[in-house]
């Protein structure tokens, strides 16, 4: 035998030892009892409690939640691409369509009181702010309540002068295309704020 493996046989035949020798010491040792969770317990306490872990075991790896993001990827895509096509152009996200009326006044936003909850994800400004179209992101649905919905705020925005532009989660458009869609609502925005005078 080489001197490599006596030297495991003995690490292995001491930590055997240990083992045997602390199971000793245990023997007469009960299980502790987990005491109900009291309302002073920090959360890891409880998390362990309700888990019935010993202190030994405090290490385990918990689950991280994920990072809360205001942006989901496909709009996070969407918002490049249009700083892109649009770097001069300022963009907001995650706009309340209540907000936008309140813009117009107190009678507007009385008006469309009933859309408060419902928002457009970017709002594409000029360079002296003023709003030039509302984009969305949504998938096509098939039920009635759903077209209908989206119907119910084109109208409003479109009320408001705010031409809206729609775009499927699956089919971004490029920088190019965006930068043609936006051409042709600035066209709409100035129709559609004659058509208010």
Same mark, same amino acid.
């Given at each position: 035998?080489?001197?490599?493996? *006596?030297?495991?046989?003995?690490?292995?035949? +001491?930590? =055997?030892?240990?083992? @045997?020798? #602390? +199971?000793?010491?245990?023997? +007469?040792?009960?299980?502790p009892? *987990?005491?109900?969770?009291?309302?002073?317990?920090?959360?890891?306490? #409880?998390?362990?409690?309700?888990?019935?872990?010993?202190?030994?075991?405090?290490?385990?790896?918990?689950?991280?939640?994920?990072?809360?993001?205001?942006?989901?990827?496909?709009?996070?895509?969407?918002?490049? &691409? /249009?700083?892109e096509?649009m770097?001069?152009?300022?963009i907001?996200?995650?706009? +309340?369509?209540?907000?936008?009326? /309140?813009?117009? =006044?107190?009678?507007?936003?009385?008006?469309? $009181?009933?859309?408060?909850?419902?928002?457009v !994800?970017?709002?594409?400004?000029?360079?002296?702010? $003023?709003?030039?179209?509302?984009?969305?992101? $949504?998938?096509?649905?098939?039920?009635? $309540?759903?077209?209908?919905?989206?119907?119910?705020? &084109?109208?409003?925005?479109?009320?408001?002068? *705010?031409?809206? *532009?729609?775009?499927?989660?699956?089919? @971004?458009?490029?920088?190019?295309?965006?930068?043609?869609?936006?051409? !042709?609502?600035?066209? &709409? #925005?100035?129709? @559609?704020?004659?058509?208010?005078?």
């Open positions: 035998m080489d001197f490599f493996t *006596i030297g495991m046989l003995v690490a292995a035949l +001491g930590l =055997g030892l240990i083992l @045997l020798l #602390r +199971g000793k010491k245990d023997s +007469g040792h009960t299980e009892k *987990i005491s109900p969770v009291s309302q002073k317990t920090g959360r890891k306490d #409880r998390a362990q409690q309700a888990l019935n872990l010993d202190q030994e075991t405090r290490f385990i790896e918990t689950p991280r939640r994920k990072s809360y993001r205001l942006l989901n990827e496909s709009e996070q895509e969407l918002y490049h &691409r /249009l700083r096509a770097p001069n152009m300022t907001f996200s995650q706009v +309340g369509v209540a907000q936008l009326a /309140l813009l117009r =006044g107190r009678k507007e936003a009385q008006r469309l $009181s009933g859309m408060a909850g419902r928002g !994800d970017f709002i594409v400004c000029g360079a002296d702010f $003023s709003i030039i179209a509302a984009i969305e992101i $949504s998938w096509p649905t098939a039920d009635e $309540s759903g077209q209908m919905a989206e119907e119910e705020k &084109r109208d409003a925005l479109q009320s408001l002068g *705010i031409p809206l *532009i729609v775009f499927r989660p699956n089919n @971004l458009p490029d920088a190019d295309t965006l930068s043609r869609a936006i051409a !042709d609502a600035i066209i &709409r #925005r100035n129709r @559609l704020e004659a058509e208010r005078e």
